[in-house]
């Protein structure tokens, strides 16, 4: 399993944390299971965290992810922050995919601008 999801109680937000090799199954899994665990949270701000991860994903795959993602009943709804590192973010296209689907997600390369931009939206 390349996956942990686990609610942060002091920030109050979902995280999924990504690492070592990930595969589609793994995305899967861990949509599903922030959507059956935490998709009742309004709103749900999710830290999907991506920097120890090698997406091994296919380009059509990751575009049916994020599709996927972003149509997710329990999921559709978050306000998503993906952290990734500096020189390369391993979930491009499937952010792309999921915001052409209409899922609010924003990309940053610090955890303390990811968390910044998901307390805005608790705090409105």
Same mark, same amino acid.
Request: proline share 3%.
């Given at each position: 399993?390349?996956?942990?999801? /686990?609610?942060? &109680?002091s920030?109050?937000?979902?995280? @999924? ?10 995305k899967?899994?861990? =949509?599903?299971?922030v959507?059956?665990?935490?998709g &009742? ?13 090698? +997406? ?12 996927? =993602?972003? /149509?997710?009943?329990g999921? /559709? &709804?978050a306000?998503? =922050?993906?952290l990734? @590192? ?9 952010n792309?995919w ?10 940053f +390369?610090?955890?303390?601008? @990811?968390?910044?931009?998901? =307390? @805005?939206?608790?705090?409105?």
């Amino acid at each position: 399993m390349g996956f942990q999801i /686990r609610f942060d &109680h002091s920030a109050r937000i979902v995280r @999924a944390t990504f690492f070592g090799q990930v595969e589609l199954e793994d995305k899967l899994n861990a =949509a599903q299971q922030v959507a059956e665990k935490y998709g &009742h949270l309004q709103p749900l701000p999710l830290l999907v965290d991506v920097r120890e991860a090698e +997406i091994l994903l296919t380009l059509e795959e990751r575009k049916a992810f994020g599709q996927f =993602a972003a /149509r997710l009943p329990g999921l /559709r &709804h978050a306000r998503t =922050a993906v952290l990734h @590192a500096p020189e390369i973010n391993a979930n491009v296209v499937i952010n792309d995919w999921a915001r052409n689907e209409g899922m609010l997600l924003g990309e940053f +390369i610090t955890e303390h601008m @990811a968390l910044s931009w998901l =307390a @805005a939206d608790v705090v409105t």
